[in-house]
């Protein structure tokens, strides 16, 4: 699962917003024009801090893992005051019960919890809009198991009591 996707999923929790209310950025949506609550999670840039590999002799499966940084965004805006009276829980949703769950579960974690929300509120037509947004650092691990054939083919294994072969190098 994305790691915007699992994001998207703890604001929905935590404020208790439907699913179309949260989205994840780029997603091409048009702001609605009806009252409450919406969110918008997006990342801002991420990268690879290591990327390992190990097989599993007994499954014939090979174990990819890659552990990724990035920066994460998470904007809460409405067209009445619902962004004004809930921005400051934005801070606290980052070290809930449920996000220390979902850390647990999904393998990811929030590195340091930001100690600032930007209000970027603007006027949009004749109305004011509330929009308030929050960056904070994520690392989480991505994992894939594969089936990989061509290990059935090795003679020996590593480890194996049996002597390898041994070969002549001329200089």
């Known amino acids: 699962m994305l790691i915007e996707s699992i994001l998207a999923e703890l ?3 935590f404020f208790g917003l439907d699913a179309d209310r949260v989205w ?3 997603q091409n949506r048009i702001i609605p ?3 409450g609550l919406f969110a918008c999670v997006k990342m801002l840039w991420c990268n690879a801090k290591s990327n390992a590999q190990t097989f599993d002799s007994s499954t014939k499966k090979v ?3 890659v552990v990724m940084t990035g ?3 998470i904007d809460l805006f409405s067209r009445d005051n619902s962004a004004l009276q809930q ?3 934005l801070i606290a949703m980052l070290r809930s019960p449920e996000a220390l769950e979902s850390m647990q579960i999904n393998s990811y974690q929030i590195a340091q919890i930001p100690s600032e ?3 970027v509120s603007s006027v949009v037509g004749s109305e004011e809009y509330y929009h308030y947004t929050i960056r904070f650092t994520c690392n989480w691990v ?3 198991t594969e089936s990989v054939n061509y290990y059935d083919t090795f003679d020996v294994e590593v480890g194996d009591e049996r002597k390898l072969p041994e070969f002549d190098i001329k200089s």
């Open 87 to 89: 921005y400051p829980f």
């Open 142 to 144: 991505v994992n894939r």
């Open 33 to 35: 024009k009806d009252t």
């Open 71 to 73: 920066q994460a965004q």
């Open 24 to 26: 994840i950025a780029d």
């Open 11 to 13: 604001v929905r929790d």
């Open 63 to 65: 174990l990819q893992s």
């Open 117 to 119: 929300v930007s209000n």
